[in-house]
């Protein structure tokens, strides 16, 4: 496979909690473009917090977050911008107030986009991920399995350069699962970056190009041969 | 007493405590959303919530202490009259309202806050979404306070005075008819008061529900 371009890189990143002991401690790691990085490792070993990191949520406690070659913490309108680029997906679906079409729209209204491309954009990923028939359904009279789809289908719709997903398959079962992970191969070789932290054999199997293990507050490049066995 | 005089009244409570309310929250609001999103001011939410109980009466007699004449804000000749009361209950209410809204805001605030960042909002557009969501338990707080408000006598009393036609409330004016020993009035005058507390706590609970689920 050719290497795709850096779209995130973090260097000599040191991360603690406000109070807390430290969660990463001296970690380098890029993110690419057209590529698919499973972060695996045990619970509460830091999967999710480097995700956030990542996706520019937290701010290390020290190093550097690169995204795009330039600093996105040293401006409120680069972090925007940056913000803009990479979309991180919770594991436990969070949706706001209102119909999934509002949940889906939210992050291309923000964005200033016409509500008619919003109409066109939202019905087509809404048919992608085959959840046209709950569009107008109230966002919270949802199964964990459809909130599921809706955040995905929220986080896809803005066609973001880089997506980081935490635990996605958790509440789907096995049809959306399959369904998701079509999408997946489509949307990677549209070259959009993919960021999985999971702990799930199968999704790491099938679509991962590379495998970061977060182990003792450092990260080790891995193999799923080595990781599965 | 005659039922105009109780019309009377009753909406002069509603004025009142309706007017004191919307004072408080214009500041609690704001300093709610302050203290949900600076962690450094927390420790100012808990000496909040440690004054919601406090006496009505205490804050009449410091009130009363301040307004009267001799007192540092005696030359603005407030002391009994409507304004006094409804500064009084809106110094009352204030810890209430900020307190509950200061609740549902930080949660607001760490469930959507982060959502919306990650969906490429704006500072701005974060706030908007966090007060959006979070809108239902704002209302239940500001209505609670108004609850408390219209149901409170000590400030009424002390700072009000209990003027017939000018400062008097449905509290004081029950206080009034049992000095007098009229009984009845006093109970028809305790049931407005009710079905006016019982409503209001209706429409919270409600309110507070739906913020829930």
């Avoid at chain 1, 939210?106 to 109409?119: A, C, F, K, N, Q």
């Avoid at chain 1, 991962?208 to 293990?213: E, P, Q």
């Avoid at chain 2, 309706?18 to 302050?34: I, M």
């Amino acid at each position: 496979m050719v290497e795709g371009a850096v779209l995130i890189e973090i260097t000599k990143m040191w991360f603690r909690y406000p109070g807390g002991n430290w969660v990463f401690e001296d970690v380098d790691v890029v993110f690419r473009r057209n590529e698919t990085t499973i972060v695996a490792g045990p619970n509460g070993s830091g999967k999710t917090t480097l995700l956030k990191i990542a996706g520019l949520i937290y701010r290390p406690t020290r190093g550097r977050v690169v995204v795009n070659g330039a600093n996105p913490w040293s401006s409120a309108s680069r972090l925007l911008e940056a913000r803009r680029k990479i979309v991180y997906v919770h594991e436990k679906p969070i949706l706001f107030r209102g119909t999934v079409y509002d949940n889906i729209a939210y992050g291309l209204r923000v964005r200033g986009i016409s509500r008619e491309d919003i109409g066109r954009a939202v019905e087509r990923i809404a048919s992608e991920l085959s959840i046209e028939d709950i569009l107008w359904r109230d966002s919270r009279s949802l199964s964990s399995g459809q909130a599921q789809l809706v955040a995905l289908a929220r986080a896809l719709v803005l066609d973001p350069q880089m997506i980081l997903l935490d635990e996605p398959l958790a509440h789907l079962d096995r049809e959306k699962k399959k369904l998701f992970m079509k999408y997946l191969d489509k949307i990677s070789l549209a070259g959009i970056g993919i960021v999985i932290a999971t702990h799930d054999t199968y999704i790491t199997r099938r679509i991962a190009d590379r495998i970061v293990l977060v182990e003792n507050r450092k990260l080790v490049e891995t193999t799923s041969t080595e990781l599965l066995g | 007493m005659t039922s105009s005089e109780i019309l009377d009244v009753s909406i002069r409570s509603l004025y009142v405590a309706g007017t004191a309310t919307l004072l408080a929250s214009s500041w609690s609001l704001v300093l709610a959303f302050l203290l949900a999103s600076k962690p450094r001011l927390r420790p100012i939410a808990s000496i909040l919530e440690s004054l919601v109980g406090i006496p009505t009466v205490l804050v009449g007699l410091l009130l009363y202490m301040l307004l009267s004449r001799e007192g540092p804000l005696g030359v603005l000749e407030l002391l009994y009259t409507p304004q006094a009361i409804i500064l009084g209950e809106a110094i009352l209410v204030t810890p209430l309202i900020t307190s509950v809204a200061y609740r549902v805001i930080k949660g607001s605030i760490e469930t959507y806050g982060e959502l919306a960042l990650t969906l490429g909002a704006s500072r701005l557009q974060v706030i908007a979404t966090v007060l959006l969501e979070s809108i239902h338990g704002v209302v239940a707080s500001i209505i609670m306070g108004f609850s408390r408000a219209i149901g409170e006598l000590g400030v009424a009393l002390l700072v009000g005075g209990g003027i017939k036609g000018y400062t008097r409330t449905l509290t004081t004016a029950i206080a009034l008819e049992v000095s007098r020993g009229r009984f009845e009035e006093a109970i028809y005058m305790g049931l407005v008061l009710v079905v006016i507390v019982a409503s209001i706590s209706v429409v919270a609970r409600i309110l507070w529900l739906r913020e829930q689920y």
